[in-house]
Nanobody
Framework: QVRLVESGGGLVHPGGSLTLSCAAS????????MAWYRQAPGKQRDLVAA???????TYANTVKGRFTISRNTATNMVYLQINSLQPEDTAVYYC????????????WGQGTQVTVSG
């Protein structure tokens, strides 16, 4: 299995930028489809961005144009670059991994809090 640890969250003013990091250990991320989800207070956990094991990225319509997902397979890291932050982006952001050969196997990090206020 793979262990995921998110970092990089914090308090940011509207219009600011933030980069979230997901460190994976225990397995190479090139056999996983990786994704970022977020969960705002009182809301369900929603998919924000995903990158396949083959390196293809997709985005939720709500964040398209502002968020960029990337990965570094050499360091087993996945990133989420967030630009033009708005208060509605406030949420706990979670890293997710799904085994391409066993798609029922999904793994989650502990989450990192992003708060946009000012």
């Amino acid at each position: 299995q793979v262990r995921l640890v998110e970092s990089g969250g914090g308090l940011v003013h509207p219009g600011g930028s933030l980069t979230l990091s997901c460190a994976a250990s225990g397995s190479t991320i090139n056999i996983y489809n990786m994704a970022w989800y977020r969960q705002a207070p009182g809301k369900q956990r929603d998919l924000v961005a995903a990158i396949t094991a083959g390196g293809i990225s997709t985005y939720a319509n709500t964040v398209k144009g502002r968020f960029t997902i990337s990965r570094n397979t050499a360091t087993n890291m996945v990133y989420l670059q967030i630009n033009s932050l708005q208060p509605e982006d406030t949420a706990v952001y979670y890293c997710n991994a799904r085994d391409t050969l066993a798609p029922s196997n999904a793994y989650w990090g502990q989450g990192t809090q992003v708060t946009v206020s000012g």
